[in-house]
């Protein structure tokens, strides 16, 4: 239960989440099974806070036939309870589907089913999040010389409110990454936003597209859009000679294993770079095989054909894009003899990645009193709680951005239903209910001051 404060001042919650993208989803079904399960003073107390105004996760690349590249089986619960009835499978039974994908014979369902599998999920426990709520800041309560809870600002169409919690979980995912100099606009593309700015060109003819990348999602927009655009010409700009195929071996998969955290967790610094060099390439920059074979397939047909609208521009880089209201023009340089070419195009779309968003940056002072390692990064325990002063005795976890402690999972789906269980374990271990709880009168709701 929160503990209830003198006069005007909020409940102090057991936990506040920061983003409500798929891993605060699985962390607060966690929290409503563990609140299922124990007496109503052993519950925890827990709101997320999300900037969007509805559960969203990689809208802008839900192509229609795109396939999720993790089994179904690792979805938001299954790994940490098998039983749990926000499953994948329990949501294929809701919407009459089960048999049905059961006779497909297929672990990797559609990106956009899975999207669907998220919401509906999400929505079971939306009573646990505000939308349209963006955290800008967080702050200290000091008694005594220690911290003792956390004061949250979360900004909404209402204003500015303040909500106190003794423990946050930060997930707030991924922000899509440009090269340097490079600023999006209405021609220049990051891939995350493909499809809602390709809908900006129904009723034009483009003539050419320039995707930058050699990764799953770059090979997945030079598809699409060759695709889409019958026709258009769709020039691929990538510094290998091809894509390069994805290991989804039984044996390299077993580094997404629980057991694999364990192990990275507690290696050596040389032994874990060791590991991301090794098994970079079942994650990074590879393609499945299968649409590396279905574009070569299409480019050897058109080159038949005499009909080639499938370009692969290789071992070379994008040195230069200049927009104009009427094109871009895009300067292409030969890796290998220097030669640089001009290519004029209706749109350049750069599938360039993603970079981690600074897990620090909402905790104003607070972030002060968080321990970094040799490198100025952030240092993390085995339980994803960052390691911080004697001080602060308020727990601060992470989901995202721990990829130098707890390895290539940090921001994949892969782990994420046994996260969020060792990160509910956390919480439980330390004591996350206030020995003052049970001396106070308790709020069932979130209270919260204006400002």
């Known amino acids: 239960m929160p503990q209830v404060l003198p006069g005007d001042a909020s409940p102090v919650l057991d936990l506040i989440g920061i983003g409500f993208g798929p891993s605060n989803v699985a962390m607060a079904i966690a929290l409503s099974e563990h609140n299922a399960s124990v007496g109503r003073q052993e519950a925890v107390t827990a709101h997320f806070f999300e900037q969007q105004p509805r559960f969203g996760w990689h809208r802008g690349m839900l192509i229609d036939d795109a396939t999720m590249q993790v089994s179904f089986l690792k979805d938001l619960v299954t790994l940490r309870n098998p039983a749990s009835e926000f499953s994948f499978l329990c949501y294929l039974k809701s919407k009459g589907r089960l048999i049905d994908f059961i006779n497909h014979k297929n672990l990797f369902p559609l990106r956009v089913e899975f999207h669907d599998y998220f919401e509906w999920a999400a929505a079971k426990v939306g009573d646990m999040v505000s939308y349209g709520h963006e955290v800008v800041g967080v702050a200290p309560v000091v008694r005594d010389g220690a911290v003792e809870y956390l004061e949250v600002t979360v900004r909404s169409g209402e204003g500015l409110v303040v909500h106190r919690a003794r423990n946050l979980v930060i997930g707030t995912g991924l922000r899509p990454l440009m090269p340097e100099g490079v600023e999006r606009g209405d021609r220049v593309w990051h891939n995350s936003e493909l ?257």
């Open 195 to 451: 499809l809602a700015k390709v809908e900006g060109l129904e009723g034009n003819s483009p003539s050419r597209f320039i995707v930058v990348g050699a990764g799953q999602s770059a090979a997945e927009n030079v598809a699409y859009l060759h695709r889409r655009f019958p026709q258009a010409e769709v020039c691929a700009v990538f510094s290998r000679y091809g894509y390069s195929p994805a290991d989804d071996s039984s044996f390299a998969n077993r580094i997404f294993d629980p057991e694999a955290v364990d192990e990275y967790f507690a290696a050596p610094e040389n032994v874990k770079r060791r590991l991301m060099d090794y098994h970079g390439n079942t994650n990074y920059s590879v393609v499945d095989i299968d649409l590396i074979d279905d574009l070569y397939r299409q480019m050897y047909q058109e080159k038949v054909l005499g009909t080639e609208r499938l370009r692969f521009l290789n071992v070379s880089r994008l040195v230069d894009v200049k927009e104009t209201q009427a094109l871009v023009r895009a300067t292409v340089k030969s890796l290998v003899t220097g030669e640089e070419t001009a290519l004029d195009a209706d749109v350049v779309v750069f599938a360039t990645g993603y970079s981690p968003v600074e897990p620090l940056g909402l905790l104003g002072e607070v972030a002060d009193r968080c321990l970094r390692d040799d490198e100025g990064r952030v240092r993390v325990e085995r339980d994803y709680r960052i390691a911080t002063d004697p001080g602060l005795r308020c727990g601060i976890y992470l989901q995202g951005g721990t990829e130098h402690t707890h390895g290539i999972t940090s921001s994949l789906l892969s782990n994420t239903a046994i996260r969020v269980g060792e990160i509910l374990d956390s919480l439980l271990d330390r004591g996350v209910k206030a020995a003052s709880d049970e001396a106070r009168p308790v709020a069932d709701e979130i209270g919260s001051t204006a400002r």
